[in-house]
């Protein structure tokens, strides 16, 4: 592949491989941590950040964000409610989000959308591009661009199933901070599809949207300034479905 952020980041001094000290890591909360277990978040308690992101948490921002443990698995419960940070980090020109999620059930309630990050624009101080979204009313894997004109919605082509499953996106821009680019969704380890929209530029902000699309039962969600490899998402796939916590993966980054 070619050379991009990843490449300089793990080129720094001191970084000697693993999670701890990796600078392109911007944003991530895991259930499995000891750091976030049993943490239920709500307008003053917070989960903290595990990145290193200075002052991070996720407080929640609208209904019941609570801990629990589905089918075995610990997360937070955002079928109703969803998370924010008042802490912005720049998503880069080349980055991966990663989570691993059971989407909610239902296409249209409590609303039509599923959405995972969604951005903040330090452009023009307002909500820019949900990073990965389920479109309205169906299933349709993709982002929903709010920096171009329609369609906004970008599909991948890939219809989600209701069950636990990991999911990694991929995103690289065509220029500095660029909404085009190309954005590629692997699903349990798989490529499953691209679209040609990325949030490049555009900064953290929430998990769901601010009082309305939550995406379903969360148990990490991560954001890496840093276009993994294919074989970077393979052990990173492998890590999610383990039960371990991000941090044990000593290969993915």
Not at 208 to 224: D, E, F, R
């Amino acid at each position: 592949r070619s050379r991009g952020l990843g490449d300089v980041y793990k080129r720094q001094a001191g970084y000697t491989g693993g999670w701890t000290g990796l600078v392109s890591l911007i944003s991530l909360i895991d259930a499995r941590d000891a750091a976030n277990v049993n943490i239920s978040p709500d307008g003053s308690v917070g989960i903290p950040d595990l990145s290193g992101t200075s002052g991070m948490t996720w407080t929640r921002s609208s209904r019941s964000t609570s801990f629990e443990t589905v089918d075995g698995i610990p997360c937070w419960n955002l079928n109703a409610g969803t998370l924010v940070t008042s802490t912005r980090a720049t998503l880069g020109d080349r980055y991966t989000l990663f989570y691993y999620w059971k989407p909610r059930a239902s296409d249209n309630v409590p609303t039509n959308w599923r959405s995972l990050h969604y951005g903040h624009s330090p452009n023009s101080n307002i909500l820019k591009d949900h990073w990965v979204m389920v479109g309205e009313n169906n299933k349709n894997l993709g982002m929903y661009s709010t920096r171009n004109g329609a369609p906004r919605m970008r599909d991948s082509g890939y219809d989600i199933t209701i069950k636990w499953q990991t999911l990694i996106v991929t995103g690289v821009a065509t220029s500095t901070g660029s909404h085009l680019g190309t954005s590629t969704f692997y699903v349990n380890g798989v490529q499953v599809g691209t679209e040609d929209r990325v949030g490049s530029g555009t900064q953290t902000y929430t998990i769901g949207y601010s009082s309305t699309n939550p995406p379903g039962y969360i148990s990490v969600a991560g954001v890496l300034n840093q276009e993994l490899t294919t074989t970077e998402i393979a052990a990173l796939h492998s890590t999610l479905v383990s039960g371990s916590s991000v941090s044990s993966c000593t290969v993915c980054p």
